[in-house]
């Protein structure tokens, strides 16, 4: 293929601006917000998971209590009402009085055992309920942590991308200024291996960073202006420059 000398030159810029172009998106590809955010939302999904049996558990020791505490309601009152009947003196038969007293005793002890089993209910519910608030807490700071992160991110996700649209922009215009046959060719080639054209330097392809042996270099040196090069190892497009080595 031949091509004017000035625009195989432009094919230099166009590699440049698109190697700033996937630079530029490798680096919004690459922000160290990316992960941490993955990382801390795979924690959050574990503490949720916790939050909610811990909420489930308060909920279930509340009904618990509360059970609890209506359990002692009508025993209480019962003793209160046989309390009463041995203290108001209503029973004049002793043994009818001694069994009423020991029905008083034996609520007593049944008022105990409830007690007991209100304040254990209670020390649970205690417990689920710091351990709830706990997790709702390190939820919330996780929770801030990320938002902080996320707006990092999009902020510096934005400032990139507004550089790689200037990129862009700047590209297309200068692939306008390329002949059609060659800015074709150069297309070919970087969808290919990501770069179309590079430069050849001091005898060594700034592609494939190989040295042209003396024959390819010297086939190069003879080769008129005009004609388009060729890397024979990575078959790039190579563009001679002054400091070519030929």
Do not use: F, W
């Not at 795979?42 to 558990?57: N, S």
């Not at 996320?150 to 922009?169: C, F, N, P, Y």
């Amino acid at each position: 293929m031949l091509a004017d000398p000035a625009d195989q030159q432009r094919l230099l810029i166009l590699a440049d601006l698109d190697a700033e172009y996937g630079r530029l998106q490798h680096a919004a590809r690459s922000l160290p917000q990316h992960a941490r955010i993955a990382e801390q939302m795979k924690q959050r999904q574990v503490i949720v998971e916790d939050l909610t049996r811990a909420t489930t558990r308060v909920d279930d020791h509340a009904v618990a209590l509360k059970r609890a505490e209506s359990d002692l309601v009508p025993v209480r009152a019962r003793l209160e009402r046989e309390e009463k009947r041995v203290a108001d003196g209503s029973v004049t038969d002793p043994k009818v009085l001694r069994g009423l007293t020991q029905e008083v005793e034996r609520i007593r002890k049944r008022i105990e055992e409830l007690e007991d089993a209100q304040l254990e209910v209670m020390d649970l519910l205690d417990a689920a309920t710091a351990e709830r608030d706990d997790l709702a807490q390190r939820k919330a700071a996780l929770e801030e942590r990320i938002r902080g992160d996320v707006a990092t991110r999009d902020a510096e996700v934005g400032r990139l991308s507004a550089q790689a649209k200037g990129v862009a922009e700047e590209r297309g215009a200068e692939a306008k200024r390329v002949p059609a046959a060659l800015l074709s060719l150069y297309e070919r080639l970087r969808e290919h291996s990501g770069l179309g054209a590079a430069k050849l330097h001091r005898g060594r392809c700034g592609g494939c960073q190989l040295q042209v042996n003396v024959a390819d270099l010297d086939t190069y040196r003879k080769a008129p202006a005009n004609e388009v090069l060729r890397c024979v190892e990575c078959d790039r497009i190579l563009v001679r420059t002054a400091d070519s080595g030929l």
